[in-house]
């Protein structure tokens, strides 16, 4: 069996920086080595703090994303190497258990108990136990390092633009599409599809997108609000995309949903006619959003 390289991290964004310790993974596939890609069963952070940072990515996306591009999931459960020492996680876990030969991590990486293991310890163990050892270099962005933490801060202030180039791809989501109170498609003329997004996911600025939406393997212009609607008297918060050139059923079905830039903040309308005009307003600027990436 072919030894693994292995790429370690928590990869919480799968941003531009984590790509680029897995593009290094893939690189000793020249070797004869299996890419793969570390994927711990929770966020550390959830079981060492009972929190974990908001989701950017799903872990299904993540596994998704990883077979798609060569690159073998490796699932560890992080609550039963928590108090393993740096040695122990190197020498039992990744060469005994998995035989690793090639490790690739950035330059910021903790291991071991209590985040006793770095990048110089991960060094000197992988010479110690004939491993090869590769250090990702850091992925830069207007002057400071891409983390997932920026991009959050982002998100959550409606930048989508700068998020997305963090990520380097559209911030996306495909989340079941249920059923609604379908005022959208009755009142205002705009049928949604209305999709709810899982606790732990990341909390967007309530507002209004510029978007794209695939169906069917097509992608179409969207437009999707984020919020809870207090025009309507709305209390729950859920994404709503109006899929334009698209005309179809499409509950139960899931369906990915690409951001590509923030239009306006949710705000509450005097009137259904004061909101139908706003929306219009918002798809004609969500149109001319879309045309100008193609």
């Known amino acids: 069996m072919n030894k693994l390289a292995l790429a370690l991290g928590t990869f919480d964004g799968l941003h531009r920086g984590h790509l680029n310790v897995l593009n290094e993974a893939k690189a000793f596939a020249f070797d004869g080595f299996v890419p793969a890609m570390l994927m711990f069963d929770a966020h550390p952070q959830s079981i060492l703090k009972g929190v974990a940072p ?16 060569g690159v073998l999931p490796v699932h560890i459960s992080f609550e039963e190497i928590r108090n393993l020492s740096p040695e122990e996680f190197l020498r039992d876990i ?13 330059e910021n990486f903790l291991f071991g108990k209590d985040g006793g293991g770095n990048s110089k310890i991960l060094c000197e163990l992988c010479e110690k136990y004939g491993v090869i050892y590769k250090m990702a270099q850091s992925i830069q962005y207007k002057g400071e390092m891409i983390s997932a933490t920026r991009i959050r801060e982002a998100l959550a202030n409606g930048d989508i633009k700068n998020a997305n180039e963090m990520l380097g791809r559209k911030f996306s ?55 809870c609607h207090p025009t309507i008297g709305g209390d729950k918060v859920l994404s709503e995309t109006c899929i334009l050139g698209f005309e179809g059923d499409l509950y139960y079905q899931k369906i990915k949903v690409e951001l590509i830039d ?13 909101l139908k005009a ?12 879309f045309n100008s990436l193609v």
Do not use: M, W
């Open 54 to 69: 908001p989701l950017l990515i799903t872990k299904e996306d993540k596994e998704d994303f990883a077979r798609q591009n």
């Open 173 to 227: 989501y495909d989340f079941l599409v249920v059923e609604g109170n379908k005022i959208g498609k009755k009142i205002l003329g705009f049928p949604t599809i209305n999709q709810h997004f899982p606790a732990g996911f990341i909390n967007l600025k309530h507002g209004v997108y510029a978007s794209q939406s695939t169906v069917d393997g097509k992608i179409y212009p969207s437009v999707t609000n984020f919020g």
């Open 278 to 289: 706003q929306i219009d307003a918002d798809t004609k600027s969500a149109i001319e959003i």
């Open 94 to 106: 990744l060469v005994g258990k998995y035989n690793v030969g090639a490790v690739v991590c950035g």
């Open 262 to 274: 923030f239009i306006r903040s949710e705000k509450k309308f005097t009137s259904k006619d004061e």
